[in-house]
C-alpha cells in the first residue's frame, strides 16, 4: 500500500471516530446505586434518574400488575385505552416514560440497550415492593417488548409472565446488507442528523384518528437523530440473537399488517426460540397492524390478554393463537 493509500485510510479513520454515535450519560448518583423507588407518578431508577409513569387503577386492590414498555419515538401514555380497559377488569397498569422518550430526560438521545434494561428491572424490583404478593406481568410493544427479550438474554429476571406486542426484533441478520451499511455510515459521520419516516409510505395502524392524535402530541417524537435509528437498531440486533435464551412464560401479539417490524424478522425470531419449558401462545391477528393495541379492533387483543392472565394454558378467545404462526408468517 502507497503512502497515499495510507494518508486516505487515516483520514477516513479519523472522519469515522470523529462523529460516533452518542449515548447518554448516567444519572446524578450513578456511584451510589440508590434503591428504585415507586411514586404515584415517578419512578427513580438506581442512578438517580425520575422516569414518569402513569398508572390505570382498579377501584380496589388489583389482582395483577402489568408493567407497560412503549415503542420507539412513544411513551406511557400509548397504553391509556388498554390501561383503562384493564383496570375495569381489576389489573393495574403501570406504564413509564423510558429514558430518552416522553418526558424522561434527555428525549431523542439514545441511551443505549444496557440503560433501558437496567431500567427495566429497575421498575421491576420497585412494583414488586409495592405490590407484595401480586402477579406482575411485563408488557412490551414494539421497542418495549426488544426491551423485555434483551433483559431476559441478560439475566432472566422474576416476572410471572411476559407479553411481546410487535416486538423490534428487526436486527441487522434480517436486513439487507445495503441499508446497514448506510446506517453505519451514517451514524459515524452524521450521528446528529434527523430524518423522519414521512416518505417510507407505511401504515402503522388503520386507526387513523389515534394517528393524526400522535402527530400532534409534543412528546412523541417527530425527526429522529440518526445515532439514535442505530442505537435501536443495536438492540433489535440484541433482542433476535437473545430469543435463542427467551424461554419466559410468554404471550406474543403480531398483526398480519404489519409493516413497520417485517414478517421474515419476526419469523426468524419464532424459529429462534428454544422449545417451550412453560406457558408459550403465538397469536397471528389477520386485521391487525404494527399498533394492535390501538388498531380499530383493539380490543380484541385485549381480550385475549386478559384471557392469558387469567389462564396461560387456556386458549384465546379471538382464536388467534389456533393456526401455525409460522406457516402463517411464511406466506406473507
Not at 384493564?86 to 441511551?111: K, N
Amino acid at each position: 500500500m502507497g503512502r497515499r493509500s495510507y494518508t486516505f485510510l487515516l483520514l477516513a479513520v479519523i472522519a469515522l471516530t470523529a462523529c460516533a454515535p452518542r449515548l447518554q450519560s448516567l444519572g446524578p448518583d450513578a456511584s451510589q446505586s440508590m434503591t428504585p423507588q415507586l411514586t404515584a407518578d415517578t419512578i427513580t431508577t438506581r442512578d438517580g434518574i425520575a422516569l414518569p409513569v402513569r398508572s390505570w387503577l382498579p377501584e380496589g386492590a388489583p389482582q395483577a400488575v402489568i408493567i407497560a414498555l412503549h415503542g420507539f419515538n412513544d411513551y406511557g401514555n400509548a397504553f391509556a385505552d388498554i390501561g383503562a380497559f384493564m383496570a375495569d377488569q381489576d389489573v393495574a397498569v403501570l406504564a413509564y416514560d423510558q429514558r430518552g422518550f416522553g418526558a424522561a430526560p434527555q428525549p431523542g438521545i439514545w441511551p443505549g440497550r444496557k440503560k433501558l434494561t437496567a431500567d427495566f428491572r429497575d421498575v421491576l424490583a420497585a412494583v414488586r415492593t409495592a405490590y407484595p404478593g401480586v402477579p406482575v406481568h411485563a408488557m412490551g410493544e414494539s421497542m418495549g417488548g426488544g426491551v423485555l427479550m434483551a433483559a431476559w438474554a441478560e439475566t432472566p429476571y422474576p416476572i410471572d409472565s411476559i407479553i411481546l406486542v410487535a416486538p423490534a426484533v428487526w436486527g441487522r441478520a434480517s436486513m439487507p446488507f445495503y441499508q446497514t451499511a448506510a446506517l453505519f455510515m451514517s451514524a459515524y459521520t452524521t450521528p446528529w442528523l434527523r430524518v423522519t419516516g414521512g416518505g417510507l409510505k407505511r401504515q402503522p395502524s388503520d386507526n387513523i384518528e389515534m394517528l393524526r392524535a400522535l402527530g400532534r402530541d409534543p412528546l412523541v417524537i417527530k425527526e429522529t437523530r440518526v445515532d439514535a435509528v442505530w442505537g435501536i437498531t443495536n438492540l433489535m440486533d440484541a433482542a433476535l440473537v437473545g430469543a435463542k435464551k427467551f424461554d419466559a412464560p410468554a404471550l406474543i401479539l403480531y398483526g398480519a399488517n404489519d409493516d413497520i417490524i417485517p414478517a421474515n424478522a419476526t419469523l426468524d425470531m419464532l424459529e429462534s426460540l428454544p422449545p417451550p419449558q412453560r406457558p408459550r401462545k403465538v397469536a397471528i391477528y389477520d386485521a391487525g397492524f404494527h399498533m394492535l393495541l390501538r388498531d380499530l379492533k383493539a380490543e380484541t387483543a385485549w381480550r385475549d390478554i386478559l384471557a392469558w392472565l387469567d389462564d396461560p394454558a387456556g386458549g384465546l378467545p379471538s382464536g388467534a393463537d389456533t393456526r401455525d404462526p409460522l406457516n402463517v408468517l411464511a406466506t406473507r
